[in-house]
């Protein structure tokens, strides 16, 4: 098959990159000249692991490509897929479909006859249909099908996630666009990966409603860890004793500073918007949305009650500022919300990621990066634990706790035992929904 995705972003590259080494020619596009310029030398501009291998095995196998002129690359392709951003609209938190109705318009007027107009990006329910509304009115000659196929990677595992998904969804109405699907996702079908084939409709629903499961999940067990700070529970056991059920399940419940990133914030105000918009609220996802801000800012009282109540001329090492841990995706990540209150509140903030300084550099004014954890903590009042990046799951805490000004661990992950964060030498430790131990 010949495809061309449009936009090489964490979702885009990705896509296109995978679909390349399942034997597809693959064209990828972006408006962006520079990244077209660095993808073109070799050099993959976001941080994915594995993405730079399987990129140089592919180009140099001759299917896939880069280029910023979508007539190029649309030139006798089967398919052509949207994975441009659809981030929160300014003002009334509804997804911002500028980008996606901007590739439609541009696709219509070189795309050749028979095409498919695939929308990977996240987009509410009617979008498709948007779409191919917005492609007939800019070329109403041509010949198209759309599809909707909602994109479930995440960053850190997206290659694994991609060549063996949970399951794939695909949204047609339309033979020849269940077709070229099929033919595209072959090699899945070939392994018996699920494949669930539905109604434009549907497949724009399941991927808001999964999303705000997840983020629902989430902040449940973030809830109940408030509530075991209080009782005296310990939310780690909670977790395990709940998660053990089968009905429940294990993952997504690891109590945190809140949720954040590229996708569950955006997404989970859009379905709210799209709940209000229909006369069908979301109330549940409103209250989650919520809750997971005032979960962000309980972060920033915990770490108050360790500067004694004051973070004016504290220095704090943080470590970890990504929203998760294995891509440098800084997107409404909870330092955001964590890092400027420190700063602000007077303190020195000295600020360690393995790949969080690209991005985060323009994000955290007033912050220094410190490339090693230990020299980070160096006379430091107060360690933060904020992403838990393998690098911080087994630091020398004895060394690291004789070198601070005052050894106190806010463990935002719940990576240490607080009882060996003790007897390392930390006068006091703070997770989150389990036993605090005050020196
Ligand atoms: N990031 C994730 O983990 C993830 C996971 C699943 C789904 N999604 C969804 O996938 C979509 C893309 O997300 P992302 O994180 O990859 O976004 P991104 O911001 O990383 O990348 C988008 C890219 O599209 C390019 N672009 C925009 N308009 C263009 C145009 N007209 N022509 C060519 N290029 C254009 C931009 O330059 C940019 O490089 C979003 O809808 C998102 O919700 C993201």
């Known amino acids: 098959m010949k495809i061309a995705m449009i936009g090489t972003g964490y979702v885009g590259l990705v896509s296109g990159v995978c679909f390349s080494d399942f034997g597809h020619e693959v064209f990828c596009v972006d408006k962006d000249a520079s990244k077209i310029e660095r993808l073109e030398n070799g050099e993959v501009p976001i941080y994915e692991p594995g993405l730079d291998a399987l990129m140089a095995r592919n180009v140099e196998a001759g299917r896939l490509s880069f280029t910023t002129d979508l007539a190029k690359a649309l030139q006798d392709v089967d398919a052509v897929f949207i994975a441009v951003g659809t981030p929160t609209r300014r003002g009334d938190g509804h997804a911002d479909l500028t980008y996606v109705m901007a590739a439609a318009e541009e696709v219509a007027r070189v795309a050749p006859h028979g095409v498919v107009i695939v929308t990977k990006s996240t987009v509410p329910v009617g979008t498709n249909r948007k779409v191919a509304e917005t492609v007939r009115a800019a070329n109403p000659d041509l010949d198209f099908d759309v599809a909707s196929n909602p994109e479930f990677l995440r960053e850190g595992a997206a290659i694994d996630d991609f060549m063996k998904p949970d399951r794939v969804v695909v949204g047609v ?7 070229v699907m099929s033919d595209i996702y072959r090699p899945l079908y070939l392994r018996d990966f699920p494949i669930v084939t539905t109604d434009l409709e549907s497949a724009e629903m399941i991927k808001y409603a999964a999303n705000a499961f997840l983020a629902i999940k989430i902040t449940f067990i973030n809830e109940v860890a408030a509530l075991c700070e209080k009782v ?3 939310v780690k056991q909670v977790s395990r004793g709940i998660g053990l059920d089968g009905r429940i399940g294990p993952k997504f419940l690891h109590a945190g500073p809140g949720y954040g990133g590229s996708c569950f914030p955006k997404d989970t105000k859009a379905l709210a918007r799209i709940g209000q918009e ?7 996802t409103e209250t989650v949305i919520d809750v997971n801000e005032e979960i962000k800012r309980r972060m920033i009282g915990k770490l108050k009650d ?3 109540d004051n973070f004016n001329g504290k220095r704090v090492a943080v470590l970890g500022v990504t929203f998760k841990p294995n891509t440098d995706d800084m997107r409404d990540a909870p330092a955001l919300t964590i890092v400027p209150a420190l700063v602000g509140g007077g303190a020195e903030v000295r600020v ?5 300084k690209r991005e985060g550099e323009r994000l955290l004014p007033g912050v220094s990066w410190i490339a090693d954890p230990y020299d980070a903590a160096q006379d430091a009042d107060l360690l933060v634990i904020l992403t838990e990046w393998n690098e911080f799951r ?5 060394a690291m706790s004789k070198t601070m000004r005052r050894a106190a661990m806010a463990d935002l992950r719940n ?4 009882v060996d964060v003790k007897s390392a030498g930390f006068a006091a430790y703070i997770g989150v929904g389990r036993g605090d131990l005050e020196g």
């Open 232 to 234: 005296g529970a310990d």
């Open 352 to 356: 360690c990621d393995p790949q969080g």
């Open 306 to 308: 360790l500067c004694g």
């Open 415 to 418: 990576v240490y035992d607080p």
């Open 394 to 398: 087994a630091l020398d805490l004895e």
């Open 173 to 179: 109405e339309s033979e020849r666009a269940a077709k």
């Open 278 to 284: 229909h006369a069908s609220p979301m109330r549940i």
